[in-house]
């Protein structure tokens, strides 16, 4: 069956360090894989759409790469702050207005 | 950008009630919705797919006639949790892809935390 794996534990970060978050998965070829932010109490907020033919995508502070190969995705937040302090799912789709599964998340606190 | 409300954010209720969730998509026409229940450290898991004028999509385990889903308009799709229990407490969250393009993208409602009595 499909699984994604993003690491359920939370990522501890420094202040002004770079955040590296990873997603795998298997039994899965997606079309495109997207980050989310998701705060408590609150609906997820869309960061980044990745597809399955793009090697890296950047916005901002925001790194994003795919290697279908490997099934991983890697988030990185660069100069991270604690404002950046919050669970970030990763999500794959396989095109078009079909559904997305998405990972439990990570965790992302920054310590001041 | 693309704005997603949900009504109410928060409710109580009694086991055995009905609650009826809204969500519209404030700034934008969506002819898909999605509806996703979220349980305490776990992941979004996706209830059903609401299409405008048509009968809803249900996922494998989800009870379609426990969760009632009416997609009227374009910018408004409802689900109505019936006869609910203690176990459907759970934080209700809807999404809607921004229609007439090929984004893949959703836009996701602030939630619905229900908490059944």
């Known amino acids: 069956s499909q699984k994604i794996e993003q690491n359920s534990e939370a990522l501890n970060i420094q202040e002004g360090k770079t955040a590296t978050l990873t997603c795998n998965y298997t039994?899965?070829?997606?079309?495109?894989l997207q980050w989310y932010r998701q705060d408590p109490g609150r609906g997820p907020v869309f960061l980044l759409l990745?597809?399955?033919?793009?090697k890296e995508k950047r916005k901002e502070r925001l790194k994003v790469t795919f290697d279908t190969t490997l099934k991983q995705s890697l988030f990185h937040i660069t100069a991270s702050q604690p404002a950046d302090s919050a669970t970030y799912l990763c999500?794959?789709?396989?095109?078009?207005?079909?559904?997305?599964?998405f990972g439990i998340g990570t965790k992302l606190q920054v310590i001041p | 950008g693309a704005v997603v409300s949900q009504h109410p954010s928060r409710v109580i209720c009694k086991s055995g009630t009905s609650v009826k969730i809204e969500c519209r998509s404030l700034?934008?026409?969506?002819?898909?919705m999605f509806w996703y229940r979220q349980f305490p450290k776990q992941s979004l898991m996706l209830m059903a797919t609401?299409?405008?004028?048509?009968?809803?999509?249900?996922e494998q385990g989800v009870e379609k006639d426990k969760f009632l889903i009416n997609h009227a308009s374009l910018t408004l799709s409802t689900l109505t949790v019936t006869s609910a229990h203690p176990e459907d407490s759970s934080f209700y969250i809807c999404?809607?892809?921004?229609?007439?393009?090929?984004?893949?993208?959703?836009?996701f409602g602030p939630g619905t935390r229900l908490t059944v009595l």
């Open positions: 999404s809607a892809n921004e229609g007439g393009g090929t984004t893949d993208t959703q836009y």
């Open positions: 039994n899965y070829s997606p079309a495109y």
């Open positions: 609401s299409n405008e004028g048509s009968k809803a999509t249900y």
């Open positions: 700034d934008f026409q969506a002819t898909t």
């Open positions: 999500a794959l789709g396989s095109g078009g207005y079909q559904k997305v599964t």
């Open positions: 990745i597809r399955e033919n793009e």
